[in-house]
């Protein structure tokens, strides 16, 4: 679901473009909170699902794509083949509860850069910035 307050085209700005995907409202509010404290992020869009998240990839171009995997009408792992294509420089960062190495592994095998816990979302803002810094450089 975008919001409506993104822009149609890549903005003018040195920060890190970034689509928060989660089905979960306080998810979303708690990344785009998390991410606005660092001045290197930018919130450009927010999707619920598979299907918005191929919609807003598409249109917006992300540098990075934040991915819930557990979503309703398309999961996050549906999405992702889809979502490559639709936006092939992005960055796929898949963000759920209790990824597997292996699991992780099948995800790359797909398009996703890297797995995050959501355990881990204090430390979201480091982890994607190492990970955007290791994307770019490739």
Avoid: H, N
């Amino acid at each position: 679901m975008m919001t409506g307050t993104e822009p149609r085209t890549r903005p003018t700005t040195d920060r890190i473009r970034v689509l928060v995907v989660d089905d979960g409202a306080d998810v979303r509010f708690l990344v785009r909170r998390l991410l606005a404290r660092e001045r290197t992020f930018q919130v450009v869009g927010e999707a619920t699902d598979g299907e918005e998240a191929i919609d807003a990839a598409t249109e917006l171009q992300p540098q990075i794509v934040l991915l819930d995997l557990s979503m309703p009408r398309m999961r996050g792992d549906e999405a992702l083949p889809a979502i490559v294509t639709a936006a092939p420089d992005s960055m796929i960062a898949v963000f759920s509860t209790s990824i597997t190495d292996e699991r992780c592994r099948e995800l790359q095998d797909l398009g996703a850069f890297d797995c995050y816990d959501k355990l881990e979302m204090p430390r979201l803002p480091e982890l994607l910035e190492r990970d955007w810094q290791r994307f770019s450089s490739r």
